[in-house]
């Protein structure tokens, strides 16, 4: 990639928004299904909530873009969230009707998890690295 431009910037800052909102999603979901903490009566929503999490992810996945519109990829797009959204969609294997008290329910999430944390981090540091140059 060659020196960024203002919209590069801005498109990085709209994929780590989104990378930033799965993450704190699947943090806030692990978080809950703590059986320390998990009220029976929250189990249909942590599920709702997993739901909504699959599908953003698995949409996101379809094209590659931050669109969700078939086009060609930009190369912020091409580089940091297609192959993240891909592979996170590819190892999201929590079942949206499965039980977070189950025990692997965390596991099942943090695959994807460490999948978005991965690009996030290598998008951060490509964007530092590009501007200190």
């Not at 806030?28 to 009220?39: E, F, I, K």
């Not at 797009?77 to 499965?98: I, V």
Request: contains cysteine.
């Amino acid at each position: 990639m060659t020196r960024l431009t203002q919209q590069d910037l801005e498109e990085a800052a709209e994929i780590l928004r989104q990378f930033n909102q799965w993450e704190s999603e699947f943090d806030s979901l692990m978080h809950a299904s703590d059986p320390r903490v998990l009220d029976r009566a929250d189990i249909p929503g942590l599920q709702s909530r997993l739901s909504t999490l699959k599908a953003s992810i698995k949409a996101a996945a379809k094209y590659g873009t931050l669109s969700g519109l078939k086009h060609d990829h930009s190369e912020m797009e091409r580089c940091f969230f297609d192959p993240a959204a891909r592979r996170a969609a590819a190892h999201f294997r929590a079942a949206t009707n499965s039980n977070p008290l189950k025990k692997n329910w965390v596991s099942e999430l943090y695959d994807s998890r460490d999948d978005i944390s991965y690009y996030r981090f290598q998008l951060e540091k490509f964007l530092k690295d590009s501007t200190t140059k």
